[in-house]
Antibody
Framework: EVQLVESGGGLVQPGGSLRLSCAAS????????MNWVRQAPGKGLEWVAN????????YYADSVKGRFTISRDNPKNSLYLQMTSLRAEDTAVYYC??????????WGQGTLVTVSS | QSVLTQPPSVSAAPGQKVTISCSGS????????VSWYQQLPGAAPKLLIY???NRPSGIPDRFSGSKSGTSATLGITGLQTGDEADYYC?????????????FGGGTKLTVL
């Protein structure tokens, strides 16, 4: 059974940093592109970043470019999102999702990040 | 403001049919496959339709998808109260030098 479990969310002050993790199981992790998608409270889905199978290609939404870094550790079956210079508008539930071709098939349950003083 | 445009809300009675539209451009819907996601209250999104009109295993055939030009449509027939959820369309956008993923703003379905 495919499982994606996010962790690392919490309360952080504006300007602070946080590192999210996504533990993958039930599939061959290094076969797939992986994504981070977020959802602000009461708002819609926003794609944040993605990374290819070996970590050599990474793409970011304009809203996080230069502040967030996506990475992966294939031997550990883990995906990460390093977030710096956090702003109030980064407050959201952050989901990791596996890309299969042209679709996001599997999603984690999400981890909440709250940026507030 | 989302790259893909969806109506904020739709509603219909149980047993009826509803459609949800998703409008984009040639850099996204016009040249890429569209997928649809259902998000029940308090839950993570779930893939509902992929590659414009295909259903993953376990998704009932009450759900259907179509695409024409730069627009896509999700159809739901035989509405049930359990279908009340937010629905999102998504696709790749190649307007930048590197492709990135875009979602619609979401449509809240109310089954009256």
């Amino acid at each position: 059974e495919v499982q994606l479990v996010e962790s690392g969310g919490g309360l952080v002050q504006p300007g602070g940093s946080l590192r999210l993790s996504c533990a993958a199981s039930g599939f061959t992790f290094n076969y797939y592109w992986m994504n981070w998608v977020r959802q602000a409270p009461g708002k819609g889905l926003e794609w944040v970043a993605n990374i290819n199978q070996d970590g050599g290609e990474k793409y970011y939404a304009d809203s996080v470019k230069g502040r967030f870094t996506i990475s992966r550790d294939n031997p550990k079956n883990s995906l990460y999102l390093q977030m710096t210079s956090l702003r109030a508008e980064d407050t959201a539930v952050y989901y990791c999702a596996r890309r299969d071709g042209y679709k996001l098939v599997y999603w984690g349950q999400g981890t909440l990040v709250t940026v507030s003083s | 403001q989302s790259v893909l445009t969806q109506p904020p809300s739709v509603s219909a009675a149980p047993g009826q049919k509803v459609t949800i539209s998703c409008s984009g451009s040639s850099s996204n819907i016009g040249n890429n496959y569209v997928s649809w996601y259902q998000q029940l209250p308090g839950a993570a999104p779930k893939l509902l339709i992929y590659e414009n009109n295909n259903r993953p295993s376990g998704i009932p055939d009450r759900f259907s998808g179509s695409k024409s030009g730069t627009s896509a449509t999700l159809g739901i027939t035989g509405l049930q109260t359990g279908d009340e959820a937010d629905y999102y369309c998504g696709t790749w956008d190649s307007s930048l030098s590197a492709g990135y993923w875009v979602f619609g703003g979401g449509t809240k379905l109310t089954v009256l």
